[in-house]
């Protein structure tokens, strides 16, 4: 099983639906992040959290909004979708301490808005 | 604020030549630097990473990439590319609390 699990995969949705997209980890990280990336642009950090009493927006917040309901589960949500929050979203997760530096990422959601 | 530059965001090489992937950085503080690859339809893969130390760092499948803080780069190469290598290529800059991430680097492998 993959350490980081994103859910759906895939999802067509709606210009105006609510939609959440799901991230589990295994790997017993605090640290988790969601990024959305779009073709030219590279990843964009929408929000991150440190555990689960915190929470923090990251340059692209607007129009998306997170729940951490466990260490191990991280939530993103687009509230009312619209066509250019179509985008390939991407969980990630992080240890601590100095030889835990770098981000594991999930297998991608890919989200297109209608 | 960190900023991290790939130049080329297209690379084509002959299979069995030298790649060479350019990434600059900016940061206030000595970072953590690293490399990623994303293969179609999957996630970011760690290549490899410079935290502290020797400044050269080698990674999977080859790959190696040499922090000089003197041109703030960290550019990644392999000496002999090979048709599998073909994927999207990410630089990244970790700080205490986030990553940056470059715009990324196509690279296309030509037999």
């Known amino acids: 099983d993959a350490d980081v699990t994103q859910t759906p995969r895939n999802r067509i949705t709606k210009t105006g639906k609510r939609i959440m997209l799901e991230c589990s980890q295994t790997k017993g990280h605090d640290r988790m992040y969601w990024y959305r990336q779009d073709p030219g642009l590279g990843l964009r950090l929408i929000y991150y959290s440190f555990d689960v009493k915190d929470i923090n927006k990251g340059e692209i917040s607007d129009g998306y909004s997170v729940s951490r309901q466990a260490q191990a589960k991280f939530s993103l949500s687009l509230e009312s979708a619209i066509p250019n929050q179509t985008a390939l979203y991407f969980c990630a997760t992080r240890g601590t301490g100095v030889l835990n530096t770098e981000a594991f990422f999930g297998q991608g959601t890919r989200l297109t808005v209608v | 604020a960190q900023s991290v530059t790939q130049l080329g965001s297209h690379v084509s090489v002959s299979e069995g030549a030298l790649v060479l992937l350019r990434c600059n950085y900016s940061s206030s503080v000595p970072p953590y630097l690293f490399w990623y690859v994303q293969y179609p339809n999957q996630g970011l893969q760690l290549l490899l990473k410079?935290?502290?130390?020797?400044?050269l760092v080698k990674g999977i499948n080859g790959f190696e990439a040499e922090f000089k803080k003197s041109e703030t780069s960290f550019h990644l190469t392999k000496p002999s590319a090979h048709m599998s290598d073909a994927a999207e290529y990410f630089c990244?800059?970790?700080?205490?609390?986030?990553?940056?991430f470059g715009t990324g680097t196509s690279l296309t492998v030509i037999p």
């Open positions: 410079y935290t502290t130390g020797a400044t």
């Open positions: 990244a800059v970790g700080t205490g609390n986030q990553f940056y």
